[in-house]
């Protein structure tokens, strides 16, 4: 296998997630040390990068419990690299990542934090607090337009490409998302099997991009000006 990918739930409901390939192994974001150690365990596994999507502590607050036992290469914007742990290479978007024999490319999907970052391989896209299932992060520190134009930099991904969201958001995100779009039946039929994976304590992350396409109301805004208004009735919900 080229590819392998193991979600690692953390703290509350934070996603870290390895990604494996040819001998090489990259941990993006580092919620908390324990969970990841333990996954690393028992794969075998040593751990050789870790791709940071943005500075939020519960996305970097980890890292230190892991450098305590491994070396990895930290990866993270160049232009947070103040608010950032040490980097030790630091990318703008467009910058490729090779892991194993991987190649990911960086995206900038500035919104929820500005110079927020995600990274897209072939057929997997780590959004971090940009794009979740059937959501997107809150707006903290950029505009929605500029939330928007990074949504829609992810949606032309290939269809079938996964999405590795930074949190189980999904059914909150699933009732909200009924409120803006009832009668979308792809919708109805997602929420319900949402309920089901969640009663079952199962995660809905990863998810696929076409589904989010079809359902996720963040996505779906046909411009910055309904995607600020879904977005602020989201805030309120
Ligand atoms: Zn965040
Ligand atoms: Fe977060």
Redesign the pocket.
């Known amino acids: 296998m080229t590819l392998e990918i193991i979600t690692i739930p953390c703290r509350t409901n934070?996603y870290a997630f390895l990604l494996h390939s040819n001998g090489t192994t990259a941990l993006i974001d580092a919620?908390e040390a324990g969970p990841v150690l333990k996954a690393l365990k028992e794969k075998g596994w040593s751990l050789d990068m870790v791709l940071l999507t943005?500075h939020?502590p519960?996305?970097i607050d980890g890292l230190p419990g892991l450098l305590a036992e491994y070396t990895p290469k930290i990866i993270g914007a160049a232009k947070d690299a103040h608010r950032l742990p040490r980097l030790d290479i630091a990318v703008n978007e467009g910058d490729e990542i090779e892991v194993g024999s991987l190649t990911g490319r960086v995206i900038d999907v500035s919104g929820?934090t500005v110079n927020h970052i995600a990274f897209a391989f072939p057929g997997a896209v780590f959004t971090?607090?940009s794009l979740f299932a059937l959501g997107c992060?809150r707006v903290f520190e950029g505009s929605m337009e500029m939330m928007h134009e990074s949504l829609q930099k992810l949606a032309v991904l290939p269809p079938d490409t996964m999405v590795y969201s930074?949190?189980e958001y999904t059914l909150a995100n699933a009732k909200f998302s009924l409120t803006i779009e009832p009668d979308n039946a792809a919708l109805q039929v997602r929420v319900k099997d949402v309920e089901r994976l969640r009663t079952a304590g199962i995660p809905t992350v990863p998810s696929l991009l076409s589904l989010e396409l079809a359902t996720n109301p963040f996505l779906r805004a046909k411009d910055a000006a309904e995607f600020a208004r879904i977005r602020q009735a989201k805030d309120k919900f």
Do not use: L, Q
Request: glycine fraction near 24%.
């Open positions: 934070n919620p943005h939020h519960d996305h929820h971090g607090d992060g930074g949190h």
